[in-house]
């Protein structure tokens, strides 16, 4: 039992990484006229991370990021996977994300890679929970995020949007797109078509940015 709440704690905080300080959104970013493919991002990736206010207190984390030719559709919430098959790959990245310490312990994402006029932008989604307790995997429900992104052969630059600045922006009526609010957490509601209209208005906003939230993510050789 030790071992499995260790997973779930694990995996609780590789999400909560993604989507912590990001602006968050019920349906993805892309459509299928703007997906593309840029295999420089495929290999093994890595982060230094502060898990805490002791300056000793870091550990790595992994990115390791693949494609394969086919991928899993999964249909969640119903016992069994019902209705989960495998289809053709033409645009979907993996994420397994880990901390070094405890590699056995991974999240896995699924990656879109975005063109929306001359910038690329990356989507996250989480592709599994790793929970056994079949009641609390009925009341998860998986969200995307988004970035901006910047691929080179010796760096991977992640930006996500800030979700302080959005929820002001929206506090002074200077953003109008669809969203649902609670009171812990924003969730944008609009299509992918008006998603990419509000990315491409802010795409040169540097306040749009978190700027506690950038990765800059280095090569495993």
């Known amino acids: 039992m030790k071992a499995k709440r260790n997973i779930f704690i694990t995996a609780v905080a590789l999400l909560s990484l993604i989507s912590g300080c990001a602006v968050i959104s019920f349906y993805p970013l892309y459509t299928n006229d703007v997906l593309i493919n840029d295999d420089r991002i495929i290999g093994k990736w890595a982060t230094i991370e502060e898990l805490g206010i002791h300056p000793n207190d870091i ?3 992994i990115w390791e ?3 394969n030719d086919k991928k899993w559709v999964k ?3 119903t016992p069994y996977d019902r209705g989960s098959h495998q289809e053709p790959n033409r645009y979907t990245y993996s ?3 880990y901390y070094a310490s405890s590699p056995e312990d991974k999240v896995e994402f699924q990656l879109h890679l975005v063109k929306l006029n001359d910038k690329t932008y990356i989507d996250f989604y989480p592709e599994e929970w790793k929970i056994d307790n079949t009641i609390l995997a009925f009341h998860l429900i998986g969200v995307h995020t988004f970035a901006k992104v910047d691929i ?3 760096y991977i630059n992640i930006d996500w949007f800030d979700s302080e600045w959005f929820e002001q922006k929206l ?3 200077k953003i109008r797109i669809k969203y649902e609010k609670n009171s812990s957490n924003i969730l944008l509601t609009s299509k992918p078509g008006d998603l990419q209209k509000f990315v491409i208005k802010y795409s040169d ?11 800059e993510l280095k090569p495993i050789r």
């Open 65 to 67: 990021i693949s494609f």
């Open 152 to 154: 080179n052969e010796d």
């Open 205 to 215: 906003d540097e306040n749009a940015f978190d700027e506690d939230n950038k990765y």
């Open 59 to 61: 550990d790595t984390l």
């Open 95 to 97: 994420l397994l994300l």
């Open 75 to 77: 249909k969640y919430n």
């Open 171 to 173: 506090n002074e009526n």
